[in-house]
């Protein structure tokens, strides 16, 4: 398919992170201003934050200051999963926690997972099990899967529901996000293959 | 086949609506009423004019064209105005753009608004009583059908009769409403918006901004789910205004709490039905009054009526029957497209009937939907004959040949019974209970609507020399996977591997709307016509510069093939490579494909008002405990009629989706109104399914194809809607032995005295439906 990925998807322009200038100058008139001023770690990247308020949640900070748009939001209030970042590699609902709490930490989202092989496979299996619709619950149950897996890369099938619990998918029902999970464990030899029951045809 | 759009989503990258930048983009906020129904003496903006940061306001008095708009009627207001009434809580009276969102709610909290609250009419049974006020000048009624089948006053012998009520459902698609509106130097404006049918959303907003249609151009952006929640109007108009107004781009987005207060929910519906039949199972008739409040606005609540009450007995042979509906007017939020569209309701009510006609008839359940189960020739209560495939007997039968799932085991964890670990139930007081429900769902628009749909196809040469295809369509991708399925009918069709979808906009005719289970068929049709008339084009043309006789290039499709990228005559002795073909210049065509006409629903509800259906049956098995009232759906399993399968990862990922839903609906979803006032508008207190609550699905497939659709394809996103919700009840009332004629399940419907909470219970007129006018 030559429809590049952004050309799939219509938009202005791609998302704009602030620029190094542009934090600078945001540093200097935070700090001349007397605003929180402080650096999170993102996906490996230092990043200063000013002019936010001590009691924006990280989720606020890393989408509207920062322009991390990989990080989405639907709910506000911890029940959805969307949001989900890894906090020196500890699952967490990035709206729940505050922004100036994050301040030394290893903020990790969907964008900063790359490096890890596991990640790749989970996203692979996600898209070749058919684990994605909208696509909007995808970027959480990629950090909470990788997370999962990395804990207990052996989980049966209830321990993964339940695991997973706390990300919602509206479009999928599930079963496709599961058989995901455990293609990923087939392949890295933890479960036996050919546990998947396939759909039955009558023509 | 996978997504195209599956590695940005994965990773991320994919945009969304609501993660959309421009540059100096000012950032918009909605105040809304709190009163149900209240007229507004007086609304003061000054203040919150002056609030830091705000650039524009508007209100009521800033729509320049038609004050109101609408899916079907244009009832609803822009925005609440002055002297006029606020008919629901959640209202739009006034919306704030500024440098920023807080700045917006600073100013929302600075406008001052003078209601004078009225009593609000939240009861849908009195929306026509004679003492009831009129809440819109349109009237309490938005539409009544009373269809009349076979002979009036003849019955079986076996009665059942009952009243059922279901709760409002919310489509709580993931992605919170938003858009982006960019005015435009020729005076018109440009919107990116997350919607379900582009071209009726301009229709819209082009009035009520004055604006002429060609000058208000939209953008399909990156769309978080849907399920008939997107079709309405929301953050649209809005964002148009204030954009136009400030000069400047504006993006307005919702919270999650504002997404449950601004697009209309899944009707709440009541109904009483009666149906007899003979005493060897067979039935005579079936009396059904439904009853669904639309809230205070139309939306597509006629429609959603029709839906309803032409699906009101079910996929079921039925010689005589009367089947009454009403839509009205209520001070409760809006109601109107969901997936499934008036049929769960139904749906949740006749299977309930057969199965206590089952119970009465000393029969089995699958027995007697087997024996009663419509098939193609068969005469609906519209008087429609049944044509296409229906095997809905077949259906059944299979879903109830599935292997049942192990007895509960001894569970230490208690993982896996009700209530899971937190609400651990004791193993001796669990109950196990099997249930079945068989439905049928319209596919399309009915009633006579020419719902067409446009694809445009153009092929031509990369820069790198290879053959590239354009297809340019209207359809909104939702989440459904369009853009995999017209990628692989536009491969299939034009014989080659480069396909490049182009975003969905404006720019081409419509594709009409992502519901009704329409768009493979309907926009998978516009694209392999399309498709289709370029190869014509382009073997017509290479015909004719190869100098074949003018009847050879006339129907050229007669002696060229496209094969491996090679155009081949082997009776005329040409070859030649598409590349080569294209050297010549790109080929361009468009394509409307149209279903076949229906009519409108005439005298006594008569008429051929559904294109097509297609029917599932599910089987649930279910768990309570007894002493909590807590379920756990153990089991799922589904035999849907899917037409050809065109992409069976799609295919599953709809039908897993579709069931989750409608379990939800059984168990847990219901957006609850306290005089009008919804009091759940979070995740936190309306909850839908987690993974840790939908079981696997045992699914199985019956591909026949339906012959008037291309390729024989069905829609099949919205029948295991239908059919989940009452399979699980059945399974629940098997479990525990009571009627549960109200949906959603509680636990105290299980575990406090019997029939708490009947759907009669507020009545307060009398009768279950109150005062009608017939
Ligand atoms: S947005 Fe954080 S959990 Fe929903
Ligand atoms: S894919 Fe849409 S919410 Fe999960």
């Known amino acids: 398919m030559s429809g590049s990925e952004a050309g799939s998807n219509a938009g202005p322009e791609p998302p704009r992170p602030l620029g190094a200038e542009a934090e600078a100058e945001a540093e200097a008139a935070a700090e001349a201003g007397g605003l929180a001023l402080y650096r999170l770690n993102v996906d490996g990247f230092l990043r200063t934050v000013s002019g936010a308020w001590l009691g924006d949640s990280l989720l606020t900070v890393l989408r509207d200051r920062l322009g991390v748009t990989a990080v989405k939001d639907a709910c506000e209030q911890g029940r959805c999963g969307a949001c989900s970042v890894l906090i020196d590699g500890r699952l967490a609902a990035s709206c729940t926690v505050l922004a100036a709490d994050a301040d030394g930490t290893r903020v990790v989202t969907v964008a900063g997972l790359g490096a890890s092989g596991l990640a790749r496979a989970i996203q692979a299996r996600f898209l070749s099990e058919g684990a994605v619709q909208c696509g909007f619950c995808t970027p959480g149950f990629v950090v909470a899967v990788t997370e999962l897996l990395t804990r207990r890369p052996d989980a049966d099938d209830q321990e993964i529901r339940e695991a997973l619990a706390g990300n919602l998918c509206r479009c999928t029902g599930y079963g496709r996000i599961v058989a995901a999970i455990r293609a990923v464990q087939q392949e890295r030899g933890i479960l036996p293959i050919g546990g998947e029951d396939d759909v039955e045809w009558h023509p | 086949m996978r997504r195209p759009d599956g590695p940005a989503k994965v990773h991320g990258r994919f945009r969304y609506v609501g993660d959309l930048q421009v540059p100096g983009m000012l950032h918009a906020r909605t105040l809304r009423s709190p009163h149900p129904r209240a007229r507004i003496r007086h609304l003061d903006t000054a203040a919150a004019r002056r609030v830091p940061g705000v650039a524009v306001l508007v209100t009521a008095a800033d729509v320049p064209g038609l004050a109101t708009y609408g899916l079907i009627v244009a009832d609803q207001p822009v925005f609440g105005g002055v002297r006029g009434e606020v008919r629901y809580a959640g209202e739009p009276v006034a919306a704030v753009a500024a440098v920023d969102a807080r700045a917006a709610r600073h100013a929302l909290a600075a406008i001052e608004v003078d209601y004078e609250p009225l009593p609000p009419v939240t009861d849908p049974r009195r929306a026509l009583a004679a003492d009831t006020p009129t809440l819109h000048p349109n009237g309490n009624l938005f539409r009544e059908i009373d269809i009349r089948h076979g002979e009036d006053g003849v019955h079986g012998p076996v009665v059942v009769e009952d009243d059922y009520a279901i709760g409002m459902q919310d489509q709580a698609f993931l992605a919170p409403e938003a858009a982006v509106a960019i005015p435009a130097a020729d005076g018109g404006i440009d919107l990116l918006v997350a919607t379900q049918w582009l071209h009726s959303d301009r229709e819209q907003i082009a009035a009520c901004l004055a604006l002429p249609e060609q000058l208000v151009r939209l953008t399909l952006a990156g769309v978080g789910g849907a399920f008939g929640g997107r079709e309405d109007i929301t953050v649209q108009i809005h964002a148009a205004l204030l954009a136009r107004a400030a000069g400047a781009p504006v993006r307005i987005a919702y919270d999650r709490v504002e997404s449950f207060l601004g697009h209309p929910h899944r009707h709440p519906a009541r109904m009483r039905l009666r149906h007899t039949a003979t005493h060897d199972g067979e039935l005579v008739s ?482 279950p439906f109150g005062e009608g006018p017939s």
Not at chain 2, 480 to 507: K, M, N, S, W, Y
Not at chain 2, 667 to 689: C, Q, S, W
Not at chain 2, 700 to 713: F, H, N, R, S
Request: glycine letters at 10%.
């Open chain 2, 286 to 767: 079936v009396t059904a009054r439904v009853l669904l409040d639309g809230g205070a606005y139309a939306s597509s609540s006629p429609a959603v009526l029709a839906n309803a009450i032409t699906h009101a007995a079910g996929p079921y042979r039925v010689p005589h029957a009367r089947l009454h509906g009403l839509v009205v007017r209520t001070n409760n939020p809006p109601c109107g497209a969901m997936r499934g569209f008036g049929v769960p309701q139904v749906t949740i009510g006749h299977e309930a009937q057969m199965d206590r006609l089952a119970d009465a008839l000393g029969l089995d359940p699958v027995g007697l939907r087997v024996r009663n189960a419509l098939q193609p020739g068969d005469v609906l209560p519209t008087g429609q004959v049944l044509g296409g495939p229906l095997p809905a007997r077949e259906l059944i039968t299979l879903v109830a040949a599935r292997p049942l799932p192990p007895p509960a085991k001894h569970d230490p964890t208690g993982l896996s019974l009700p209530g899971g670990l937190p609400a651990m139930a004791e193993p001796s007081r669990v109950r196990r209970g099997i249930g079945y429900a068989l439905a049928y769902k319209n596919l399309l628009f009915s009633e006579g609507v020419d719902d067409a749909s446009t694809a445009r196809v153009r092929l031509a040469l990369a820069a790198d020399g290879t053959p590239h295809a354009q297809v340019h369509s209207a359809c909104a991708e939702v989440g459904q996977g369009f853009v995999t399925i017209a990628a692989q009918i536009a491969r299939t069709e034009l014989g080659i591997d480069q396909i490049e979808l182009l975003p969905a906009d404006t720019a081409v005719a419509s594709a009409g709307s992502t519901s009704a289970s329409r768009q493979t068929w309907m926009s998978g049709g516009a694209v392999r016509g399309a498709c289709a008339a370029v190869v014509d084009r382009l073997l017509a043309r290479v015909a004719r510069a190869a100098g074949l006789p003018g009847p050879v290039v006339e129907t050229a499709r007669r002696s060229l093939t496209i094969t491996g990228g090679q155009i081949v005559g082997a009776e005329v002795g040409l070859r030649m490579s598409v590349a080569d073909a294209l050297a010549m210049g790109p080929v361009e065509a468009e394509y409307t494909f149209h279903h076949r006409r229906t009519t409108a629903l005439g005298a006594a509800g008569q008429g051929d008002p559904h294109v097509a259906f297609a029917a599932a049956a599910h089987r649930a098995v279910v768990d309570v405990d007894l002493d909590l009232g807590l379920v756990r759906v153990v089991s799922m399993a589904l035999a849907q009629d899917c037409g050809t399968v065109l992409n069976p990862l799609a295919l599953r990922g709809q039908v897993e989706g579709g069931t989750a839903q409608g379990l939800g609906l059984a168990v847990m979803e219901e957006l609850v109104t306290d005089a009008g006032r919804v009091v759940n508008p979070t995740f936190h207190d309306y909850l839908i399914p987690t993974a840790a609550d939908v079981p696997d699905l045992d699914f199985v497939a019956v591909t026949e194809p339906q012959p008037d659709a291309p390729y024989g394809v069905k829609g099949v996103g919205e029948a295991p809607t239908c059919t989940a919700t009452p399979a699980i009840i059945a399974a629940i009332r098997a479990a525990v032995g009571r009627d549960l004629r109200r949906v959603p399940v509680r636990p105290h419907h299980l575990v406090g005295p019997p029939d708490a909470d009947p759907p009669d219970a507020d009545a307060a007129s009398g009768g």
